[in-house]
């Protein structure tokens, strides 16, 4: 039945976790509105079609001028066709938050577009253009963010899209059933290249996946349909294989934010950045927030919205200065040092306050 | 010789009221005396003449895509031409033909004989409307032949901004274009409460009134809002303004709010009418008052109210928050509701009717399904999970297409062939009207059904090229377009013979009891010479059209 | 006199102007919601900057702006004024009383100046202008962006109403209206009504939040 009537709509493989059970909603939802469409044009038709003129005049009994139609079937078909929205709605809403909601154990990759190609990083120092491999069997969030424009990312076999904005950070995530190839396709009308912004997601076995992060096995060939386009840059690069942690610490060096940020613990001019990836901190004017990419990309590209407590408001923005690849690889550098205890003799990993409970917050 | 008093035992005048006053066609002669017109039919019949040489042009672009998309690869424009095409298809149809046509034709012919006025409350500003609508159509041109616009119809930020085209004065064209809209919609408003004829409630007008109401409400309170982004887009275009640019801290995402509070009621300013369309044709064709009154009349305002607040279901993958799209998912729903009452109790009219039919019938029935089936989709895209998949694909476009097309275009030809010999004074040809509304409705379903499968498979929307797997899909898409172009040529033409070789028509070929046809075929220049009292409903058809001429005679 | 005046599409003087009001009133709703567009924009990026709007503005004098608050009010004390003497049949008085808030309008517009040129000599700017100068961060240039943008779409309506006030003034100088015609003076003195009240709201934005 599913297949059946996948295929009379024409809908791709079902290649994610969620892609079947969004599926039966879809038939579900098709199959009324179709019904519900033809059923109203087949009534309207039979009264067309009884109360003609000729048949009226034959008949007089027919015509009753001015007759309202029992209010309470209205009444009924009325609210029996909301309740049946109310029914698309909820199940919609539960099955969007399950597609908006990552698990905790998610693979994290981010994703940059720019006109016109996709861009993965991945945090163990891997990137690829074009081509996203994933593992196939387990959860893969992506962190998405644009160069320029607005793109949206579309892998119609698994049903999920996000649109990727720049100056934001948008995320996705997904589950490939089993190793195969699929499209992934560029949704929002981003320049005269639009429709050649594609690319494709390649779910490997886990440990085929593995040899392919560590350069050992370079594109291994899946079965699957391959669409015959004239492909954009698909092949896999590994020109220099970079830990994405060692990146982020060149990006630190470059962009000068170790000379208020330490690393190893020792309060200086900002909050040191060892221990402070999960943890919550207070801020300036109340309240308090979880150093998550949210927090670290808004600080970076805004800093003086949320200051930490007790630090100054002397951070300059690196809006526009510094690339989402190295925004990235600064986060997965915070995230390395999560565990990092301070040396010992520095008064306190936030520095020159002392901060209370929520400094175990995270961690 | 004029009627003092319409109640429902009048018999109407076999001439119509104005007969013996030359028409408004023939009142005055000469090309000045049309160009500086304040006579509301006359200015109507200009627009006419605007909308339909839009119709036409947008019609064009529409062909040239479709024809594009015949192969996946290039097969006669490059992408740049084609991203121009889409991008002036929509801007045309949107805002040059879509949004005025009905209101600015045939709500400016009959909406003020309907409420028994002589003309509009401000004829002035009516002339004015026209020629502020030429005058964006003119910008609208200019910029298309300079430059273009590779945009979209929907702007977004930052492209737009980036864009080497000229985005600038298009953002200028629609900004004037949306002043035009405001004065017809305030002229409308302000006649419907002040110049309502001796004796006609609100409960007695035409529903179709009711429609250009509610739909005047709409343009007033949103176009504003369209108006200010787009000025701001423009400026950002022409001197780098940047409020919606990431750059400066800006948030593209907020030029999509105020887009979408204007251009998701703007779906309404471009139904709404259509509707007011529909419930006259199905009252006069099935010689029956509707099914109910209050039902069709309170569910436009219904409409026009909720529909303010329902644009962020364009946004559900934009990176709205989850509670935010929960509740725009829901409002959308409620909007759904109203239009489905309106649909039942249009279907429930033609019971116990006594049905002639002719082609603005047959328009009824195809509205019905194009509508019901596009609205339905609607509600379908509403629903978040799927519309994860669908957003941006063409079945998005296929049913935004059964809307305006399948819903607002039908319906424009239903009242065009309905009030053809109101306007005219003749009646077209009926079976090649049928015909011809036959070639639509089957071109129209051949062009869009295809699009909701693409959509279905994940054919991303402006797209120049397209994986093969879709091409057959394409073709079939491709051909109903040449197929819908043909019936609209086609019934057009049957409008235009029958302008010089139709039929007289007679006041009231339809038999209908909507006050517009009291008055002479065409009306005469005042409507009315004399305001007349009104003292029974738009649709007073219990009485049959025999018990009241007896009565008649017996007094 | 007034017999003439009504023309042929109505039934009645009074019919007539209440249509002209009525447009009057749809026409401000419309122009509400145009200025609405820019409130929203500046509750959503308040709302993402709080302190970098702040920053940006201290760059604004409260005196300035409660000057030019002050004047706005008095201006459209003395067109209400206006409106009501031409009710009673005095037109000269009226014609006065509108010069007079033409003047206010004219005191308005030279303030700003005063302001923009303060702004301009700040490097307070908006987003564009910073080819050859230094850019203040990213929020701080949105709040310019927005002051300047609506403090001078505000100015272009202070503009078009001193032109509405001048003209309908002169013709009420001119004898024009009187005790049974002056719904176009009515409709002026709720246009000008309107222009002080969106400043009612720019002026607790701009000047009174920082």
């Known amino acids: 039945m599913n297949e059946l009537l996948r295929t009379i709509l024409f809908l791709p493989r079902q290649a994610s976790t969620i892609a079947e059970e969004i599926d039966k909603l879809h038939y579900f939802v098709i199959i009324m509105t179709m019904g519900g469409a033809l059923l109203v044009t087949l009534i309207g038709g039979y009264?067309?079609?009884?109360?003609?003129?000729?048949?009226?005049?034959?008949?007089?009994?027919?015509?009753?001028?001015?007759?309202?139609?029992?209010?309470?079937?209205?009444?009924?078909?009325?609210?029996?066709?909301?309740?049946?929205?109310?029914?698309?709605w909820v199940i919609g809403f539960r099955q969007f938050m399950d597609i908006r909601v990552p698990p905790e154990n998610a693979l994290e990759i981010y994703v940059t577009g720019k006109q016109w190609m996709w861009k993965f990083a991945y945090p163990e120092g891997a990137n690829s253009i074009a081509t996203l491999y994933v593992p196939a069997g387990r959860p893969v969030k992506l962190i998405l963010t644009s160069r320029d424009v607005i793109h949206s990312f579309f892998v119609p076999d698994f049903r999920l899209k996000?649109?990727?904005?720049?100056?934001?950070?948008?995320?996705?995530?997904?589950?490939?059933?089993?190793?195969g190839r699929h499209d992934i396709l560029c949704t929002e009308y981003c320049g005269v290249s639009h429709s050649t912004m594609r690319g494709e997601v390649i779910a490997l076995a886990p440990d085929e996946y593995e040899r392919w992060l560590q350069g050992k096995s370079p594109a291994p060939a899946i079965a699957g349909p391959v669409d015959l386009r004239p492909s954009p840059v698909t092949e896999y690069a590994p020109a220099e294989l970079v830990n994405m942690v060692r990146q982020g610490e060149r990006a630190a060096a470059e962009h000068g934010c170790l000379r208020c940020h330490t690393l190893d613990g020792t309060p200086h001019l900002g909050p040191t950045w060892a221990g402070l990836y999960g943890t919550t901190v207070p801020l300036e004017n109340g309240g308090s927030v979880k150093v998550d990419e949210a927090y670290i990309t808004e600080s970076m590209m805004d800093p003086l919205v949320r200051i930490h407590?007790?630090?100054?408001?002397?951070?300059?923005?690196?809006?526009?200065?510094?690339?989402?690849?190295?925004?990235?690889?600064?986060?997965?550098l915070m995230k390395s040092l999560r565990d990092v205890r301070p040396k010992p003799g520095a008064s306190a990993p936030w520095g020159t306050v002392t901060v209370p409970e929520t400094r175990e917050g995270g961690q | 010789m004029s009627q003092a008093t319409i109640d429902a035992e009048t018999r109407p005048d076999p001439l119509g009221v104005g007969a013996d006053h030359p028409d408004y066609l023939r009142a005055d002669s000469g090309l000045r005396s049309w160009l500086l017109t304040k006579d509301h039919k006359r200015i109507a019949i200009m627009f006419y003449v605007g909308v339909i040489l839009f119709l036409g042009l947008g019609g064009i672009f529409a062909l040239v895509l479709r024809t594009e998309l015949l192969t996946p690869e290039q097969t006669f424009i490059d992408a740049n031409t084609y991203n121009q095409m889409f991008t002036l298809h929509g801007i045309t149809m949107v805002w040059l033909f879509m949004i005025p046509a009905i209101p600015t034709v045939f709500g400016n012919f009959v909406l003020p004989i309907m409420l028994g006025a002589k003309d509009l409350a401000f004829p002035r500003i009516n002339l004015a409307s026209f020629y502020v609508y030429v005058l964006s159509a003119i910008i609208l041109l200019g910029a298309m032949v300079a430059g273009g616009a590779d945009t979209g119809w929907t702007f977004y930020v930052p492209y737009s901004t980036t864009s080497p085209t000229a985005v600038t004065w298009m953002g200028i064209g629609i900004f004037v274009n949306g002043i035009s809209s405001i004065m017809t919609s305030v002229n409308f408003i302000v006649t419907t409460?002040?110049?309502?004829?001796?004796?006609?409630?609100?409960?007695?007008?035409?529903?179709?009134?009711?429609?250009?109401?509610?739909?005047?409400?709409?343009?007033?309170?949103?176009?504003?809002?369209?108006?200010?982004?787009?000025?701001?887009?423009?400026?950002?275009?022409?001197?780098?303004?940047?409020?919606?640019?990431?750059?400066?801290?800006?948030?593209?995402?907020?030029?999509?709010?105020?887009?979408?509070?204007?251009?998701?009621?703007?779906?309404?300013?471009?139904?709404?009418?259509?509707?007011?369309?529909?419930?006259?044709?199905?009252?006069?064709?099935?010689?029956?008052?509707?099914?109910?009154?209050?039902?069709?009349?309170?569910?436009?305002?219904?409409?026009?109210?909720?529909?303010?607040?329902?644009?962020?279901?364009?946004?559900?993958?934009?990176?709205?928050?989850?509670?935010?799209?929960?509740?725009?998912?829901?409002?959308s729903m409620f909007v759904a509701i109203?239009?489905?009452?309106?649909?039942?109790?249009?279907?429930?009219?033609?019971?116990?009717?006594?049905?002639?039919?002719?082609?603005?019938?047959?328009?009824?029935?195809?509205?019905?399904?194009?509508?019901?089936?596009?609205?339905?989709?609607?509600?379908?895209?509403?629903?978040?999970?799927?519309?994860?998949?669908?957003?941006?694909?063409?079945?998005?476009?296929?049913?935004?297409h059964f809307i305006m097309v399948g819903g607002t275009l039908t319906a424009f030809l239903a009242a065009a062939h309905y009030w053809f010999p109101k306007m005219f004074g003749r009646l077209y040809d009926e079976r090649v009207g049928l015909l011809t509304s036959v070639a639509v409705f089957i071109g129209f379903v051949f062009t869009f059904l295809p699009q909701f499968l693409l959509g279905n498979g994940g054919m991303?929307?402006?797209?120049?090229?397209?994986?093969?797997?879709?091409?057959?899909?394409?073709?079939?898409?491709?051909?109903g377009a040449w197929l819908l172009g043909a019936g609209l040529i086609l019934a057009l033409g049957n409008l235009v013979i029958a302008l010089k070789w139709g039929k007289r028509a007679g006041p009231n070929p339809w038999g209908s009891r909507s006050f517009e046809w009291i008055t002479a075929s065409p009306p005469s220049k005042h409507n009315f010479e004399e305001t007349p009292e009104i003292e029974r409903s738009a649709y007073e058809y219990t009485l049959s059209e025999e018990v009241a001429r007896e009565r008649a005679k017996a007094r | 006199m007034s017999a003439q005046r009504l023309v042929e599409q109505f039934e009645s003087l009074e019919k007539q102007d209440h249509a002209a009001r009525l447009a009057m009133w749809m026409f401000l709703g419309s122009e509400t919601l145009l200025f609405g567009a820019l409130f929203a924009a500046y509750a959503y990026y308040r709302g993402m900057y709080p302190s970098e709007f702040v920053q940006a503005l201290h760059h604004n004098s409260v005196a300035l702006g409660t000057t030019n608050t002050v004047v706005l009010i008095t201006s459209s004390f003395t067109v209400a004024l206006g409106v009501h003497f031409v009710r009673e049949g005095r037109a000269r008085l009226t014609a006065g009383l509108f010069a007079l808030s033409t003047l206010f309008g004219a005191v308005f517009l030279v303030v700003k100046g005063i302001e923009y040129s303060h702004h301009i000599h700040e490097n307070a700017l908006p987003a564009g202008m910073y080819a050859f100068a230094e850019r203040p961060p990213a929020g701080v240039v949105l709040g310019f962006t927005l002051y300047w943008f609506m403090t001078a779409l505000h100015g272009l309506h202070v503009i078009a109403g001193m032109i509405m006030l001048a003209v309908v003034g002169l013709l009420c100088w001119k004898g024009r209206y009187g005790v049974h015609r002056n719904v176009a003076v009515e409709n002026v003195g709720l246009y000008w009504h309107l222009v002080d009240v969106v400043w009612i709201f720019l002026w607790p934005l701009f000047y009174l939040t920082d």
């Open chain 2, 460 to 479: 991303p929307r402006r797209y120049f090229t397209y994986p093969a797997r879709y091409q057959w899909l394409n073709v079939l898409s491709t051909g």
């Open chain 1, 309 to 332: 407590v007790g630090y100054q408001r002397i951070m300059p923005s690196y809006l526009g200065q510094i690339r989402p690849a190295e925004t990235s690889a600064i986060i997965e």
């Open chain 1, 162 to 179: 996000e649109d990727v904005v720049p100056g934001r950070l948008t995320t996705l995530w997904f589950e490939a059933k089993e190793p």
């Open chain 2, 193 to 331: 409460h002040t110049m309502r004829a001796k004796g006609l409630s609100w409960h007695r007008m035409p529903l179709f009134v009711w429609a250009s109401y509610a739909t005047s409400i709409i343009i007033l309170f949103a176009t504003p809002v369209l108006g200010m982004s787009l000025v701001l887009l423009a400026l950002d275009h022409a001197f780098g303004l940047s409020l919606f640019n990431p750059r400066y801290g800006g948030d593209p995402v907020l030029f999509q709010h105020l887009f979408w509070f204007y251009s998701h009621p703007a779906v309404y300013i471009m139904i709404l009418p259509s509707f007011g369309v529909i419930s006259e044709v199905v009252c006069s064709f099935s010689h029956n008052q509707p099914a109910s009154y209050r039902a069709i009349a309170y569910s436009s305002l219904g409409i026009a109210f909720i529909g303010f607040f329902t644009w962020g279901h364009h946004m559900f993958v934009a990176g709205l928050s989850e509670f935010d799209a929960g509740v725009f998912g829901a409002l």
């Open chain 1, 47 to 88: 009264f067309l079609f009884r109360y003609r003129r000729t048949a009226v005049q034959k008949d007089p009994s027919r015509r009753m001028p001015g007759t309202t139609p029992a209010i309470w079937l209205e009444v009924v078909v009325v609210i029996g066709l909301f309740g049946m929205f109310l029914v698309w």
């Open chain 2, 338 to 400: 109203f239009s489905a009452i309106k649909v039942f109790t249009w279907v429930a009219t033609l019971r116990g009717g006594s049905i002639s039919f002719a082609t603005p019938m047959l328009y009824f029935l195809w509205f019905l399904f194009l509508f019901v089936f596009g609205g339905m989709t609607g509600v379908a895209v509403a629903t978040q999970s799927l519309d994860v998949h669908w957003h941006d694909t063409y079945f998005v476009v296929a049913h935004f």
